[in-house]
């Protein structure tokens, strides 16, 4: 094995890092853009794969009103449970029942969801983390990241769409920090907000690390183009977004 296996993902003091993110504006910017592009509607079942604090959740839930039939949130990291308790009581009107959230490792693949199950997936800067170690070669592979698009295309009925965003190759956290510099001043709690902003880049840290070793996946928007129409995608798109530091990508499941 590599000499740094361990995944920091599950940590609670990692997941929570992560819910600082939802506040900086290249953050809000690429939420709004894949919300533009997800466009999720009345009487909709939806997936938001590798969810953690549930912003994307949040969004789909507010842009609608409330009249989607159900949100299930997946994340591999429990913390993110106490997240969606959360939300069922915050957000208006009450969901009740109708958003969940599953602790799920979706490196193993979706197993938990039965084919056709969602009528549309969304996931936010997650998928690039489906990690496989060959033990035979000694390296990391691609193989879950290919499975869970396979997956991913299962669990969707026909028609459906699957929108999602993952970082471009080589991403520069200085340039995301940078555009968030000016939020921390105008932030009511500036320290909370740097702090939060330095466990990110430290986490940060790890990721391009591991990507440079193979472990996780910033893949050239061709590949991933290319992946999507072999599990048999269609009418895929995609854009830049999060200062130019992720693509997102809308790919439809044929009718
Ligand atoms: C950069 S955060 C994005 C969180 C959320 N989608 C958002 O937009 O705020 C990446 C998320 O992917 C989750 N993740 C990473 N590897 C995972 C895995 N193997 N299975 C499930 N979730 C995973 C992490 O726990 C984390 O919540």
């Known amino acids: 094995m590599p000499a740094v ?5 599950p940590d609670t003091r990692c997941a929570k890092a992560f819910w600082g993110q939802h506040d900086l504006p290249p953050y ?19 997936l938001d794969l590798g969810c953690g604090g549930g912003a994307i959740t949040r969004a789909i839930w507010e842009r609608t009103a409330g009249t989607v039939a159900e ?7 429990e913390a993110n449970a ?4 959360r939300l069922r009581e915050n957000l208006t009107p ?19 969801f039965a084919d056709r199950e969602f009528d549309h997936v969304v996931s936010g800067l997650s998928i690039s983390y489906a990690e496989a170690f060959d033990l035979a070669t000694g ?16 669990i969707i009925r026909p028609g459906g769409r ?13 340039k995301v920090a940078r555009f968030s510099l000016l939020a921390a001043f105008q932030s009511e709690r500036p320290l909370q907000y740097l702090k939060r902003s330095w466990r990110m880049l430290w986490y940060g840290r790890w990721l391009k690390r591991e990507a440079r070793a193979g472990r996780f996946h910033y893949l050239p928007a061709d590949v991933v183009t290319r992946k ?9 798109a995609q854009r830049l977004s999060y200062c130019d530091q992720a693509y997102i990508f809308r790919a439809h499941k044929p009718s």
């Open 71 to 77: 949100i299930v949130g997946a994340d591999c990291a």
């Open 94 to 112: 009450a969901p009740g029942e109708r958003i969940q959230f599953v602790c799920h490792d979706f490196s193993a693949g979706l197993e938990a």
């Open 162 to 174: 699957f929108v999602f965003s993952v970082n471009v190759p080589n991403p520069s956290w200085a």
């Open 5 to 9: 296996a361990r995944s920091y993902w």
């Open 28 to 46: 809000r910017q690429l939420l709004a853009d894949t919300l533009a592009w997800a466009n999720p509607g009345s009487g909709e079942r939806w």
């Open 228 to 236: 999507l129409a072999a599990v048999g995608f269609v009418q895929i």
């Open 82 to 85: 106490d997240a969606y308790a």
């Open 139 to 154: 390296t990391w592979t691609t193989a879950a990241y290919d499975q869970l698009l396979t997956e991913v295309f299962r």
